[in-house]
């Protein structure tokens, strides 16, 4: 489990946050926005007002943060999250639109500080947790 991030990559990750924090309401209307242009047929999966499931988004990155360097616990709550998200009717194709969404969104809030290894530390962070989620799926 050592090997889960690099110290750069959680570093990127943290950066990432911190500096999407000043509009993290912006971050996520555009994951939203992202998301449902990309895949239309999520939109019906969420309830018609968004407030509740965009707080849950920025306690996602949140939790996420504080616990880059406890990846077993950080694992264990993507299983859980992916056991959650097989209720929700989420397919396994589902994941790639919203890893998409998500990265864009956070580029485009973290715009100014940006690049590319930024943007692989998302992938892989995204890639292992979706990994994870999806041992949940049957």
Same mark, same amino acid.
């Given at each position: 489990?050592?090997?889960f991030l690099t110290e750069s990559e959680k570093e990127s990750i943290r950066e990432t946050v911190a500096a999407a924090k000043q509009g993290i309401d912006k971050l996520v209307d555009d994951f939203y926005t992202r998301l449902f242009d990309? *895949? !239309?047929?999520l939109r !019906?999966?969420?309830a018609t007002d968004l407030s509740d499931q965009k707080k849950k988004l920025v306690s996602m990155l949140v939790s996420i943060v504080s616990l880059l360097d406890k990846p077993e616990q950080l694992l264990? &709550? &993507?299983r859980a999250l992916g056991k959650r998200h097989t209720a929700y009717g989420v397919s396994r194709e589902?994941? *790639? !639109?919203v890893g998409n969404a998500l990265i864009g969104a956070l &580029?485009? &809030?973290a715009?100014?500080?940006w690049d590319f290894d930024k943007e692989q530390a998302w992938?892989?962070?995204y890639s292992a947790l979706t990994a994870e989620m999806l041992s949940e799926f049957s």
């Open positions: 489990m050592d090997n990309l *895949e !239309p047929s !019906p999966l969420f264990v &709550a &993507a589902d994941f *790639e !639109p &580029a485009s &809030a715009a100014d500080q992938v892989h962070l």
